[in-house]
């Protein structure tokens, strides 16, 4: 119940092209939906992150799509570029964020011109 | 901006041994974690710490783990005797209201 299920493994997206990675959880009690970005050899950073009282979050090229009912969340990615190739993951936290992280498998996004 | 630092960036030990990674995590913040990454998997939480005590722990953290916050600023890792499987990437975080910032990691080797 406190897994996060995420795909797809891997994704190849054209330059200029749309990138999207779905999330699925199980834990009703998850109340707080973020995204971390993460290059080869650093840390996770946070790109962006959701909760549930809205459906949708944008910040510049970077959508969060949320369905609390199917208990899903998705990134979108608009404009793909050469530097958003990374590892992206999903996590899923309860108490708005101040409990620990459960992280999802991870998304290895490459980006080809 | 403020970050928070991990050191050192590898270690290699031999299996058996002590190690004891350090973390020091943003001056405000009150909750901190250690996670690990398993090269090529998910990021897996092991401890969270608030108020100089443990507040949670995953199953992998066992008896060999511990950790400490010895002077009010370091925030340590220690696992008293590694195994092979202990081979991993250690990260840090510390967390400000849900926002949670990562080190760069420390790269455990055990050989």
Redesign the interface.
Same mark, same amino acid.
Request: charged fraction near 15%; charge should be positive; aromatic fraction near 22%.
């Given at each position: 119940q406190q897994q996060v299920k995420q795909s797809p493994q891997s994704l190849i997206v054209q330059k200029g092209g749309i990138s999207i990675i779905n999330c699925a959880y199980e834990n009703t009690a998850f109340d #707080?939906f973020?995204w #971390?970005q993460q290059f080869p050899?650093?840390?996770?950073?946070?790109l962006i992150?959701i909760r549930p009282d809205v459906s949708e979050k944008k910040e510049g090229r970077f959508t969060i799509s949320f369905n609390k009912s199917a208990k899903q969340f998705s990134l979108h990615i608009m404009d793909s570029q050469p530097g958003d190739s990374a590892t992206y993951?999903c996590a899923a936290?309860s108490d708005?964020?101040?409990?620990?992280?459960?992280?999802?498998?991870?998304t290895r996004l490459t980006i080809i011109p | 901006e403020p970050e928070v630092t991990q050191t050192p960036s590898h270690q290699v030990t031999q299996m058996g041994q002590e190690v004891i990674l350090r973390c020091v995590p943003i001056s405000n913040h009150l909750y901190f974690y250690w996670y690990r990454q398993i090269l090529g998997q998910k990021v897996e939480f092991l401890v969270s710490f608030y108020n100089n005590e443990i507040s949670e722990k995953s199953e992998i953290f066992d008896d060999q783990f511990s950790v400490e916050r010895p002077d009010g600023s370091n925030f340590t890792l220690k696992i008293r005797s590694t195994k092979l499987e202990d081979s991993a990437m250690y990260f840090c975080a510390s967390l400000r209201i849900a926002e949670a910032f990562f080190g760069q990691g420390t790269r455990l080797t055990v050989v």
């Open positions: #707080y973020p #971390y050899g650093k840390g996770p950073a946070l992150a993951f936290s708005f964020g101040n409990e620990k992280l459960t992280f999802g498998t991870g | -």
